[in-house]
């Protein structure tokens, strides 16, 4: 890694959490940012690729380098970052692998491992049950897509919604941050 390649600072913590569609993610890093508070940003990735790009998951997208950007703007800013989505590992592993080891601080990625027949179960309870069928869902589901980087945790369908938030924030460190309070160097005023 070239030093112009890294972010953050040593004081920073990254988190990423991936899973399929339906595995549970976006509302387990909800929790977990909510946790931690003020200097906490979350990251979502179908908000910045389907609400602000209004891109397709295709090739050739902006997103992957939207959220590379992003992110690191943010850990550059002093914020802590939890980051969130499918984030499949052949169209975003090599952003994040080039992320997660370009980071100063503490970085850590967890991968949601739910089968298949829970993901759907789990879809059929949420807002947005009628925007995709389960035939689209199983079109998108990898089983066990996990990123291969050191300290990689899996987090399977036995943990509870609880057990995992308290698990992420646990080994993340953003529990022993306790209350994250503002961030290190506060992004500049812009008028």
């Known amino acids: 890694m070239r030093d112009a390649d890294a972010c953050g600072t040593p ?25 931690c508070g003020r200097g906490c940003a979350l990251v979502e990735q179908d908000h910045l690729r389907r609400i ?5 998951d295709g090739p050739g997208g902006l997103a992957p380098d939207f959220i ?4 690191r703007y943010l850990l550059d800013n002093g914020y802590h970052v939890v980051l969130e989505g499918i984030l499949r590992d052949d169209k975003y592993g090599d952003m994040l692998r080039a992320l997660l080891a370009a ?11 739910i089968p298949f027949d ?14 995709f069928t389960p035939d689209q869902m199983r079109g998108w589901y990898r089983e066990r897509d996990v990123l291969g980087v050191d300290g990689e945790h899996v987090i399977g369908p036995e943990s509870t ?16 941050a306790g209350s994250c309070g503002e961030p290190v160097a506060p992004p500049p005023q812009r008028r």
């Open 52 to 56: 602000i790009l209004r891109e397709l």
């Open 103 to 113: 980071h100063r601080g503490t970085s850590s990625a967890f991968y949601l491992d």
């Open 118 to 131: 829970e993901t759907v179960r789990r879809h059929g309870t949420r807002p947005q049950v009628t925007d």
């Open 68 to 71: 590379d950007h992003t992110v």
């Open 11 to 35: 004081s920073t913590i990254l988190v990423v959490i991936r899973g399929n569609s339906g595995s549970g993610k976006s509302s387990i890093a909800r929790a977990v940012r909510l946790a």
């Open 161 to 176: 919604f609880d057990d995992s938030v308290a698990l992420i924030a646990a080994r993340s460190g953003l529990a022993a």
